[in-house]
């Protein structure tokens, strides 16, 4: 049944309120980044000099990024209220890496929480839930790489400014330092808001809700759009060969501005049959390049001086498809474990239960405050 704010009617044409609330997406996107940066600016320093202190441990960085992106289920938003936060002052580049590197694996929980709708089906539980950890087990093992790299040697930061710096002014060594939030975008609504409301700290939490609520709305507008009632259709095409589905996996995330999305989208494809794990898992490789679009999206209405971070965002991910994609042995060596994970747990079905709480949410707030307390 379609939707009246759908961007697209039964018969195919536009409708206009569809394409209103687009415009209204996108409105909202820009407002809530604006209102989150003058936030951040108008908290107390005492607010300010405590969330520094807790996001300078790179572990408690890596597990909040983890935990943001879990909650509100889209590494397109928790990126972009990052980058928000880099361009306001309030956390530093380097301390945005282990974040960033959080929110990458904080995101896989939307596929592997789809997977539920077939629990009560053994077979298809298997090969959903299969399906569902791909995208945790690839982003777990990048992670797992390039975390111990970054905080021993500085690896992702150093490279990542340097390229930033051949598109800034800036030298390589000064990118990253002193950064300035551009208002060309502010027309004086979001400072008028804060002033109005007259608490920085309720204002960020209205602008958390509003970048979210922009993004699921220009996402199910675009959605609509672009895939609509195609799916049979993409489906004969999106998996012919590797690099065919990990470029589809990059456009359509990119279109869509969500890899939760995207990679939800394959797992009933593979718990019904209709197309293989292993031919599906380049597809949501490609997935994770196209979710870093927001970032730059996000880069281009604030400041410039933060397109490192956004550089980042997409150098964890590529990192990832160097890595796994040109390779078949290491390509499917994520399709293996989680096909191995899968038949374990589902034998032991409430397994699943668990791995989740402990993966996404437990170890999360017992690390945090492990490293808080010491």
Known sequence: MTNKLD??????NYSMLGILALLLGLLLFL??????GQSFKSLSQDTIQSFIQASANPFIGLFIGLLITALIQSSSTSTAIIITAV???????????????????????????????????????????ATGVIHDFFNIIVVA????????????????????????????AAVGDNMTYNNMFDFGLSQGFIDLVGNGLITLVISFAGLIGAVKLVSR???????????????????????????????????IQSSSITTSLVVPLVATGKVKLKKIAPFIYGANVGTTITAFITVAFNSTTVLNT?????????????????????????????????????KHRIGVAFYILLVFFIIPFVLINIYQNN
């Open 221 to 255: 507008q675009i959605y609509n759009s672009v895939i609509g009632d195609s799916q049979s259709k993409l489906r004969l095409y999106l998996f012919k060969n590797p690099f065919k589905s990990f470029g589809w996996g990059v456009v359509t995330t990119g279109i």
């Open 87 to 129: 361009a306001s002052g309030s956390i530093t580049f380097q301390d945005s890496v282990p974040m960033i590197l959080g929110a990458n694996v904080g995101t896989t929980l939307t596929s592997t929480l789809i997977c539920l709708g077939y629990i009560d089906q053994k077979k298809e539980f298997r090969k959903a839930f």
């Open 145 to 172: 790489i390039l975390f111990p790299l970054e905080l021993n040697y500085g690896l992702l930061s150093s490279f990542t400014t340097q390229i930033a710096g051949l598109f800034s002014d800036h030298s390589p």
């Open 310 to 346: 956004a550089i980042l965002h997409l150098l964890i991910n590529l990192f990832g498809i160097l890595l796994f994609l040109p390779f078949p042995a290491i390509r499917n060596l994520p399709v293996k474990m989680s096909k191995k994970f899968a038949a374990v747990i589902a």
């Open 7 to 12: 961007i697209k009617d039964k018969s195919g």
């Open 31 to 36: 407002f809530s980044l604006d209102l989150m």
